[in-house]
């Protein structure tokens, strides 16, 4: 990579930032070449996994290795970053037979991690390397190895991990975002594991936040507003409406003809009808028409959905 003339000027300044994201899009695209039955058999290795994941790495690696771990965990994959130095002075005990260990070197020569790779094999579980010499001897240690090729470092010396490290964390993700793929991961199984999160508040079912039971009003469409007025009032919550039900049990109004929701249905959905329609509380109806439940106004701010 040439060397950009008159460093301090901003013009050139911009040239060479360019340099390195063109060098890190380089090193990225071309891992798609190299995606085969390899990689394949890596993912297989993750999916028969009947333990945890466990990743490992030393400098940007070793971050790379935590993303990594915390990203399958995010996904509803148990996984754990070992820290190598560490596992060779008794956290090696947190490997158990049955996991698969995800082994992170750029060169595949750093001592920390081979000098885990026999006691690793004593444990019984399987090593995946990613590393850009197939011929290191984590490589020839391991059992799958992913192959990241020579790459240029995008920096004025050649020798900072930039481009290898971007490397690495594209093929990581490509490795868990396959894994999450052939699992069938769903909205719903990903909620779970992010309930205090924005993106876990965004599938957050009707059924999560209704009033239901006792906190659910109810007036048959026979009762006097008086009648309505009294079950509004000593409903827990005290909310601003009632649900109008007929003989049957099955809703007949709160407002005329009012718009209603199902309970498996997203907040997110019942916030844009109660915007719509300028009304705070909504009718949660079952699949037979009958009340099951009420949202209110309230209920969705709590939940922070909007």
Known sequence: MARPPRRSTAK???AWARTVLAAEARAITSLSGRLDATFLAAVEALHACT??????GIGKPGFIAQKLSATLASTGVPSLYLHPAEAAHGDLGRVVS???????SNSGTTEEILRLLVPLKRQRVTIVALTSDPRSPLAKGSDVVLD???IDEACPIGLVPTASSAALHALCDALAMTLAWRRELTPDRYAL???GGKLGRSVLKVREVMRSGEANPLVKASARVSDALVVMTNTPGRPGATNVVDAKGRLVGMAKRPRTIGPDELVLSAAAIMRETKVDQLPVVDARGRPVGLVDVQDVLAARVV
């Open 98 to 104: 049955g996991d698969v260990v995800v082994a992170l």
């Open 193 to 195: 594991f992010h309930p």
């Open 51 to 56: 333990g945890r994941i466990i990743t490992t």
């Open 148 to 150: 990241i090729g020579a």
């Open 12 to 14: 050139a300044q911009l």
